[in-house]
């Protein structure tokens, strides 16, 4: 019979059978095998090991591919990214890097608005097309699941469009999509003068968007004069009731008590967190929420790095993501990220 598909002459087939959670000093637990094969079968892994190929996996039909001596490893996951979206932002980059805040290009009708109008404007054929061109250099750089939230239409019809593209990724390309409901992103300018009714407006949304069955997670930006800590809770506090898994921004730009909350509602993750406060720690450790640290915006920013080793010696788990959005961190590529994590972060 034998295995469906081989891969052999693999110079380091790296696996996470080691690894029991993603947390302390146990994330140093990956193993690293030189000279290793895999065998498939229906989509699956049937085994692995090193050196030849075992005689009894290779069957008339199997398909062999050399890998020569490159590295396999277990697709990556890009857990964070604001990946459906029209238009593009590289006009603000100039202000960036002459100190105008990332809060203040927003705040002049900019930054992520500037993005929602560009959403809003695309049809969801547009918005399609080019989420693929970019799923498509993701997978280049090993991704194969990815997190992708709305958040850039802001109102009933714009954010279904932009969950309902991310539907169809699924159904016509490889990488997963996990799809996040992010109405509370920002406030748009028809509600600038009533944004607490722009929140009521997120809050009716919500049963629409899960009767849909469009998001698994609900998400919310919980920054200074973005959402506060109360509404972002009454917000996440519905979602929760109404059976979506929750995220939040915390702790970005200000030490809001973005971390506190998300220990406090049971988030799966807090993401950015490069403004964490001691308690923010503590709570994420002791609710075990995954500390989603995002160091690409930090880069692009010019801002501070998550503090990372204190985050893991602390024995909270962390995941790395892109923050793949076009204005804060327009970078398709993990391992480049993975790459300042390492060195600017010391992961
Ligand atoms: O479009 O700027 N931080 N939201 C919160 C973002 C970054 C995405 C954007
Ligand atoms: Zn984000």
Same mark, same amino acid.
């Given at each position: 019979?034998?295995?469906?598909?081989?891969?052999?002459?693999?110079?380091?087939?790296?696996?996470?059978?080691?690894? *029991?959670?993603? =947390?302390?000093?146990?994330?140093?637990?990956?193993?690293? /095998?030189?000279? @290793?094969?895999? +065998? %498939? #079968?229906?989509?699956?892994?049937?085994?692995?090991?090193?050196?030849?190929?075992?005689?009894?996996?290779?069957?008339?039909?199997?398909?062999?591919?050399?890998?020569?001596?490159?590295?396999?490893?277990?697709?990556?996951?890009?857990?964070?990214?604001?990946?459906?979206?029209?238009?593009?932002?590289?006009?603000?980059?100039?202000?960036?890097?002459?100190?105008?805040?990332?809060?203040?290009?927003?705040?002049?009708?900019?930054?992520?608005?500037?993005?929602?109008?560009?959403?809003?404007?695309?049809?969801?054929? *547009?918005?399609? =097309?080019?989420?693929?061109?970019?799923?498509?250099?993701? /997978?280049?750089? @090993?991704?194969? +699941? %990815? #997190?992708?939230?709305?958040?850039?239409?802001?109102?009933?019809?714009?954010?279904?469009?932009?969950?309902?593209?991310?539907?169809?990724?699924?159904?016509?390309?490889?990488?997963?999509?996990?799809?996040?409901?992010?109405?509370?992103?920002?406030?748009?300018?028809?509600?600038?003068?009533?944004?607490?009714?722009?929140?009521?407006?997120?809050?009716?949304?919500?049963?629409?968007?899960?009767?849909?069955?469009?998001?698994?997670?609900?998400?919310?930006?919980?920054?200074?004069?973005?959402?506060?800590?109360?509404?972002?809770?009454?917000?996440?506090?519905?979602?929760?009731?109404?059976?979506?898994?929750?995220?939040?921004?915390?702790?970005?730009?200000?030490?809001?008590?973005?971390?506190?909350?998300?220990?406090?509602?049971?988030?799966?993750?807090?993401?950015?967190?490069?403004?964490?406060?001691?308690?923010?720690?503590?709570?994420?450790?002791?609710?075990?929420?995954?500390?989603?640290?995002?160091?690409?915006?930090?880069?692009?920013?010019?801002?501070?790095?998550?503090?990372?080793?204190?985050?893991?010696?602390?024995?909270?788990?962390?995941?790395?993501?892109?923050?793949?959005?076009?204005?804060?961190?327009?970078?398709?590529?993990?391992?480049?990220?993975?790459?300042?994590?390492?060195?600017?972060?010391?992961?």
């Amino acid at each position: 019979m034998g295995a469906d598909l081989i891969f052999y002459n693999i110079g380091q087939l790296v696996t996470s059978r080691e690894l *029991e959670k993603n =947390s302390g000093s146990s994330m140093e637990n990956i193993e690293i /095998l030189e000279n @290793g094969y895999v +065998a %498939v #079968e229906n989509g699956h892994i049937l085994t692995f090991g090193t050196g030849k190929v075992p005689n009894n996996l290779v069957g008339l039909n199997t398909k062999l591919i050399d890998v020569e001596g490159k590295v396999l490893s277990p697709g990556l996951i890009d857990s964070h990214t604001h990946l459906v979206h029209g238009g593009s932002r590289e006009n603000e980059f100039s202000m960036k890097i002459s100190g105008v805040p990332y809060l203040e290009i927003l705040k002049n009708g900019g930054g992520i608005l500037s993005s929602v109008s560009a959403t809003r404007e695309a049809t969801a054929e *547009e918005l399609l =097309s080019k989420a693929k061109n970019t799923l498509a250099k993701m /997978l280049s750089f @090993g991704v194969t +699941a %990815v #997190e992708s939230k709305s958040g850039y239409g802001l109102d009933l019809e714009n954010e279904i469009k932009q969950l309902e593209v991310n539907k169809t990724l699924n159904l016509i390309q490889p990488i997963h999509i996990i799809s996040t409901f992010m109405g509370a992103h920002a406030t748009p300018k028809e509600f600038k003068d009533s944004p607490e009714r722009f929140l009521d407006s997120v809050i009716n949304m919500l049963p629409i968007i899960k009767e849909k069955e469009l998001a698994e997670f609900c998400d919310v930006f919980c920054e200074k004069n973005i959402f506060s800590i109360p509404e972002s809770k009454e917000l996440l506090s519905k979602a929760k009731e109404l059976g979506f898994k929750i995220k939040i921004h915390a702790d970005e730009i200000e030490s809001l008590g973005g971390a506190e909350l998300a220990g406090e509602l049971g988030a799966v993750s807090a993401d950015h967190i490069m403004a964490i406060s001691e308690a923010g720690i503590q709570s994420l450790k002791e609710n075990q929420v995954i500390g989603n640290l995002l160091p690409g915006t930090s880069f692009n920013l010019c801002k501070a790095y998550a503090p990372a080793r204190k985050l893991i010696e602390s024995g909270v788990e962390i995941a790395l993501s892109t923050d793949y959005n076009p204005g804060s961190c327009p970078c398709e590529n993990l391992q480049l990220i993975m790459q300042i994590a390492a060195s600017q972060m010391k992961m």
